[in-house]
């Protein structure tokens, strides 16, 4: 039986979601990046060079602490609307 895939959007996380839109790329832009090192098998080497480049890491570090003082400010602002 073939599994169902579900749309790249909806596996990709948060936190890449935020990067791509605070960049020049657009979402379309940034898939088709991702499928082209996939089509020309640089894919693996890429991500293999992007995990363990301290500068990847920091900006994700800081990307999902902004996400998670926005997630707790929005439900400051809930509680308190109680």
Known sequence: MLEKKSTVSARVSDTLKNIVGDSE???????????G???????????Y?????????????????????DEKKKLEKELEDL
Not at 39 to 45: F, L, S, Y
């Open 49 to 69: 060079e992007l995990e363990h480049d301290p500068q990847y890491e920091n900006v994700i570090r800081k990307e999902k602490t902004k996400l998670l003082k």
């Open 25 to 35: 790329y657009s979402h379309k832009e940034a898939y088709e990046l991702g499928a």
């Open 37 to 47: 090192l996939i089509a020309v098998n640089k894919a693996e080497d890429t991500k």
